[in-house]
């Protein structure tokens, strides 16, 4: 059975979460929360706060894909070191990754963008490029079988067909 994770942190886009989220379960597919602390994070404008189903300092197992909201909590999980160590972990394991907004640069981070190309939020092109990619303004980024990048919220109806497509070809 395919594992699919949803890595966050305070200050998520509530709809870059929201949606795929409803999205996920209208399709039947099981996922885990994944987040460091054992509380209720809250996202960028407080629709709902979401409780995770599994701790990164947990052992967790194998993920075949991961996926990041935007906004502020890339930037909030950076700051656990290891955040950066989990990730390139699961890179070595075959995990894919699906981006959003500000979320490459968790990738980046972990030197996984190095060669691609990718989308993201246009505040992040030149850190995007600092980690040796190439930004494309797009909705939607296939970089390769295991970076799928969105731009921003305003592009997840192209999204998310994309995201489906992604976790159903694993």
Known sequence: MKKLGIML????????LWVPYYRLKEEGIDFDILAWDNRQYKGEFGVDPVSPT???????????????????????????PGTSAIIKKMAAEGTRFATICHSPL???????LRGNEVTGHPSIKSEVEKAGATFVDSPVVRT???????????????FIPELMNFYRSL
């Open 9 to 16: 942190d305070d200050g998520y886009h509530d709809l870059e």
């Open 54 to 80: 599994k701790l990164l300092s947990d052992s967790m197992g194998k993920y075949d894909l991961v996926f990041f909201p935007g906004a502020r909590s890339p930037g909030n999980l950076m700051k656990n």
């Open 106 to 112: 968790l990738l980046g981070e972990a030197g996984l």
């Open 144 to 158: 390769s079988d295991q970076v799928l990048s969105g731009r921003t919220h305003y592009d997840l109806d192209e």
